[in-house]
Nanobody, 115 residues
Framework: QVQLVESGGGLVQAGGSLRLSCVAS????????MGWYRQAPGKQRELVAD???????NYADSVKGRFTISRDNAKNTVYLQMNSLKPEDTAVYYC?????????WGQGTLVTVSS
């Protein structure tokens, strides 16, 4: 059974940086598409960024140029480097794994950006 465990969230001032990590248990990590989503209070969950098994990345317009997604297949880990954080980036950030028709979510990590 695949499990995703996120870490790295916290409180940061506007303009600051955080790096989120997500470690996946189980096999098939290197052939999975990994993604980061976020959900702010009162809003729907939205895609922040994802990365395919081949390394192709995709970003929400709101984070382009500020966030970078990367993966380390040897460590079964996906990262989200977040720079120039804004108060509107405040949300619970969730790690996601997609493989064929299977989808797994992490428990989420809270990011709070103060103004």
């Amino acid at each position: 059974q695949v499990q995703l465990v996120e870490s790295g969230g916290g409180l940061v001032q506007a303009g600051g940086s955080l790096r989120l990590s997500c470690v996946a248990s189980g096999s098939m990590f290197r052939v999975s598409t990994m993604g980061w989503y976020r959900q702010a209070p009162g809003k729907q969950r939205e895609l922040v960024a994802d990365i395919t098994s081949g390394g192709t990345t995709n970003y929400a317009d709101s984070v382009k140029g500020r966030f970078t997604i990367s993966r380390d297949n040897a460590k079964n880990t996906v990262y989200l480097q977040m720079n120039s954080l804004k108060p509107e980036d405040t949300a619970v950030y969730y790690c996601n794994r997609k493989l064929l028709y299977l989808e797994v979510w992490g428990q989420g990590t809270l990011v709070t950006v103060s103004s």
